[in-house]
């Protein structure tokens, strides 16, 4: 492949900007001609936020729209769910429902919306918010309760999802986690919700003001949605035109982003050296040379010389290529005992610090702080403030994880 110079790098990022600068006068001209974006949606609130309030106030018989669950039955009929078979007359719509986006239930069926507008999949989301949903359920209902559950995973166009984190396989109409299955639909912007606002406005024709409303916000989804087709003809005619520059680009950013990873990690290494009491606690940094845990950071007299080298510590570790960084107590020893059993667990239920945090067999608890190893290094390089916030952070997991950290490792020397 071709080497480039810094030149040659840097003519073609002055030649990105100005093509998106050009991009820009071309909207403003429309503006300038009375062909404006204008739309009360777009001033009210944040997209994301926006959209999915507005679906869910539509979607609910209760809505203030007065028109019960005829809307519900439309949505429904244009997804191509009806054989689902919820109670639409029986139903609750729930927004922010434990961080589902949108959550509709008649008591025995449960319909999952997750609104991806700007982010892929991060954080096994999807499959956080199905294990939710299992959680609240009767234990003796738990053999049916998967084919009671549907996903609709909604994004700006129609493509081929592949997969999502925590689901072990994805197909067309099912999500496969484990040996169980639930029902899955992709719907978009772009089809599924135009459709639907087109069916409810014909539905609603002679109540003018409810109308004028939806049709505001019919403007408002065509403006995301060309919005974005325009900016990705524009990255997509400069990438045509050098394609071997971005190929190698793309190559070296990998890279550049383990290398951003490290500096960050070296920096929260210093400070917390500095800050932490070396009396209670040994602090270990490590490289990422590839996905393995960030820091080891171990109480004094539970480590590698003690019990074998069977011990629980603190640890940062990054999962899915750097992405998913957990914060939290797992163990040294993966042969041993699971850190899920009640045991175990029953220590970590005493303390209000951490009780609610996630629990698996080898982190007794964990949390996770940043969604993406991306997010993580664009908070970094905008914010001076990071480094310190991150190591308050720190301090203060070992604060409050100090008396837990020590029992949960008791019980590992008596078992």
Excluded at 252 to 265: G, H, M, T
Aim: hydrophobic share 35%; proline share 1%.
């Amino acid at each position: 492949m071709t080497e480039f110079t810094q030149e040659q790098y840097q003519k073609f990022f002055d030649e990105f900007e100005k093509a998106y600068k050009e991009y820009e006068n071309k909207v403003k001209e429309r503006r300038a001609r009375g062909i404006h974006d204008y739309n009360v949606f777009d001033v009210l609130e944040a997209k994301e936020v926006k959209h999915s309030k507005f679906i869910a106030s539509l979607l609910d018989p209760k809505g203030l729209h007065y028109q019960g669950d005829l809307f519900l039955n439309k949505f429904i009929e244009v997804c191509g769910i009806d054989d689902f078979g919820l109670d639409t007359s029986n139903v609750l719509v729930y927004r922010e429902y434990k961080n589902i986006d949108i959550y509709i239930t008649d008591g025995n069926k449960h319909i999952i919306i997750e609104n991806k507008l700007w982010t892929g999949d991060h954080n096994e989301q999807v499959a956080r918010y199905i294990q939710t949903i299992i959680d609240e359920q009767n234990k003796d209902e738990l053999s049916e309760i998967y084919e009671r559950i549907l996903v609709l995973y909604l994004t700006p166009f129609d493509y081929v999802i592949e997969k999502l984190g925590g689901i072990d396989e994805v197909g067309k109409d099912y999500l496969k986690l484990r040996q169980n299955q639930v029902a899955f639909r992709h719907i978009s912007y772009e089809n599924e919700i135009l459709n639907w606002l087109n069916e409810v406005k014909i539905e609603i024709v002679n109540l003018t003001d409810l109308n004028v409303i939806i049709t505001q916000y019919e403007k408002a989804v065509k403006n995301l949605i060309n919005g974005e087709k325009m900016e990705n003809n524009l990255i997509i005619e400069q990438i045509k035109r050098n394609y071997e520059l971005c190929v190698n680009i793309h190559n070296k950013f990998e890279n550049a982003k383990i290398n951003l990873l490290n500096e960050l990690f070296s920096k929260v290494d210093k400070t917390l050296q500095e800050t932490i009491n070396p009396k209670d606690w040994t602090i270990e940094f490590h490289e990422i040379k590839e996905p393995f845990k960030i820091f080891s950071i171990k109480l004094k007299g539970y480590n590698e010389e003690n019990h074998d080298g069977n011990y629980i510590y603190y640890c940062i570790e990054p999962q899915n290529g750097y992405n998913n960084i957990l914060f939290g107590l797992v163990r040294s020893n993966k042969v041993k005992n699971e850190l899920n059993n009640d045991c175990f667990q029953n220590i970590v239920k005493e303390s209000n610090y951490c009780k609610s945090w996630n629990k698996s067999k080898w982190w007794a608890c964990y949390y996770k702080k940043f969604s993406t190893a991306d997010d993580l290094i664009l908070e970094y390089l905008k914010n001076e403030k990071f480094i310190s916030e991150i190591v308050k952070d720190i301090c203060n997991d070992l604060e409050n994880l100090k008396d837990v950290l020590e029992k949960l490792n008791k019980k590992l020397i008596e078992k």
